[in-house]
């Protein structure tokens, strides 16, 4: 069945460092790839996305890459800040299905 | 964008009661959702709420325990039946938008 891994699932950085968070995925049929920021008592904000005609897509300070060969997409944020901590959530699914979601990765961001 | 409310944002619930979340989104939409999201645990899909028909169940899931209703394009209600401990979790309710999947912003559900 499908299956999406995340890492890793906590993460440490300090401000003005870059953070990666990785993914993949089982289902080579997952054409869309978006990534997702739950803050404390908050549903999940789409923060960035990626479809499976795209390499890398880019948005300010927040980038998502896509390996469809590997079945693999990453989370780059550069020049994090402390109201990045929250956790990232990775998902995956096909025209008009639901979102399958990775197990989340908490990232704090320290002053 | 879809913007989704959801009634009760919270509830603290006795043990073999039920409760009954309702969803509301601000525009018509083909497919919702129903997610469940235990203590520091990622989203699983329970079910899809089918407009006009019986939701599709996920895996675990059945509709005994866990009904959902679908009136409108706009509008579903479910419900978590017969409750127990292991029923504390947040559940969130989901469109498919144009471009991407929009989420409510939960309800906290804790089963004493």
């Known amino acids: 069945g499908e299956n999406v891994e995340q890492h890793p699932s906590t993460l440490s950085v300090q401000e003005g460092d870059s953070a990666v968070i990785k993914c993949t995925y089982s289902d080579s049929a997952s054409n869309y790839f978006p990534w997702y920021k739950q803050e404390l008592g908050k549903g999940p904000q789409l923060i960035i996305d990626i479809r499976s005609n795209v390499g890398e897509k880019k948005d300010q300070r927040i980038a998502v890459t896509l390996n469809k060969t590997a079945k693999h997409f990453s989370l780059h944020i550069t020049e994090t800040q402390p109201e990045d901590s929250a956790v990232y959530f990775c998902a995956e699914n096909q025209a008009g299905t639901a979102l399958i979601f990775g197990k989340g990765t908490t990232l704090s961001v320290s002053s | 964008s879809a913007v989704i409310s959801q009634k009760p944002s919270r509830d603290i619930c006795q043990r073999g009661t039920s409760l009954t979340i309702q969803c509301q989104v601000d525009?018509?939409?083909?497919?919702m959702f129903w997610y469940r999201q235990q203590p520091g645990q990622s989203l699983t899909l329970i079910a899809t709420a089918n407009q006009g028909s019986e939701a599709t169940y996920e895996s675990g899931f059945v509709i005994d325990k866990f009904p959902i209703s679908r009136p409108n394009l706009t509008f579903s209600t479910l419900t978590v039946s017969n409750m127990s401990p292991e029923d504390s979790s947040i559940y969130l309710c989901s469109v498919l938008g144009a471009d991407t999947q929009y989420f409510g912003p939960g309800t906290r559900l804790t089963v004493l």
């Open positions: 525009s018509q939409v083909t497919m």
